[in-house]
């Protein structure tokens, strides 16, 4: 791939990213100019997307433990959340084509991305190793509670989930401030 071809492609990535997030149909845009041309088919644009998906999820995480080391499952299930926020009609492309997938190769293919990010989930949130068996299942349930935390809650941001107490004047200098008002 040459250089101006793979900014090309990454153009018309963010191209489908937006017209996605405008159509939020669940369906893949293949009519946004230039996909004809930077993607093979469906499934090499709904790797890109997945892909986009998993990385700006993973640096949502990354950002939510820093901030919030204590409860690690609730900073996974709100990087989850925020993440769907910020790409929602790229999360909406990926249950679709997980649910329905067009063929075999997009049904394998997406069903590995499910049980990457649910490993990814699970891992972080400090509730399973990374080889172990149960990680589907507690991928699957920071996930589910993650999509009820973003069910009709803005998105919330590291910086803004906690804020240091507003340190206030004893009782005696406010009263001061009275009395010499």
Same mark, same amino acid.
């Given at each position: 791939?040459?250089?101006?071809?793979?900014?090309?492609?990454? +153009?018309?990535? =963010?191209?489908?990213?937006?017209?996605? #997030?405008?159509? =939020?149909?669940?369906?893949?845009?293949?009519?946004?100019?230039?996909?004809?041309?930077?993607?093979?088919?469906?499934?090499?644009? $709904?790797?890109?997307?997945? $892909?986009?998906?998993?990385?700006?999820?993973?640096?949502?995480?990354?950002?939510?433990?820093? /901030?919030?080391?204590?409860?690690?499952?609730?900073? &996974?299930?709100?990087?989850?959340?925020?993440?769907? /926020? +910020? $790409?929602?009609?790229?999360?909406?492309?990926?249950?679709?084509?997980?649910?329905?997938?067009?063929?075999?190769? @997009?049904?394998?293919?997406?069903?590995?991305?499910?049980?990457?990010?649910?490993?990814?989930?699970?891992?972080?949130?400090?509730?399973?190793?990374?080889?172990? +068996?149960?990680?589907? =299942? &507690?991928?699957?349930?920071?996930?589910?509670?993650?999509?009820?935390?973003? =069910?009709?809650?803005? @998105?919330?941001?590291?910086?803004?989930?906690?804020?240091?107490?507003?340190?206030?004047?004893?009782?005696?200098?406010?009263?001061?401030? &009275? &009395?010499? #008002?």
């Amino acid at each position: 791939m040459t250089w101006k071809a793979f900014h090309s492609r990454g +153009e018309t990535l =963010r191209n489908v990213i937006a017209t996605s #997030a405008v159509r =939020r149909d669940g369906l893949l845009p293949m009519d946004v100019d230039g996909v004809s041309t930077g993607f093979r088919d469906e499934l090499d644009l $709904l790797g890109a997307l997945t $892909l986009k998906w998993h990385t700006r999820l993973s640096g949502h995480i990354e950002r939510m433990l820093a /901030h919030q080391p204590m409860d690690l499952e609730e900073a &996974v299930a709100i990087a989850w959340s925020n993440t769907a /926020h +910020e $790409l929602a009609g790229v999360r909406l492309i990926i249950d679709h084509y997980l649910a329905n997938p067009s063929d075999d190769a @997009m049904a394998t293919a997406m069903g590995a991305a499910a049980f990457k990010e649910q490993q990814l989930l699970a891992v972080n949130a400090g509730r399973t190793a990374i080889a172990d +068996e149960t990680a589907r =299942r &507690v991928g699957r349930e920071i996930e589910e509670r993650a999509r009820l935390l973003h =069910r009709g809650i803005p @998105m919330i941001t590291a910086d803004a989930h906690y804020a240091e107490p507003e340190v206030r004047a004893s009782l005696r200098e406010r009263l001061r401030a &009275v &009395v010499a #008002a």
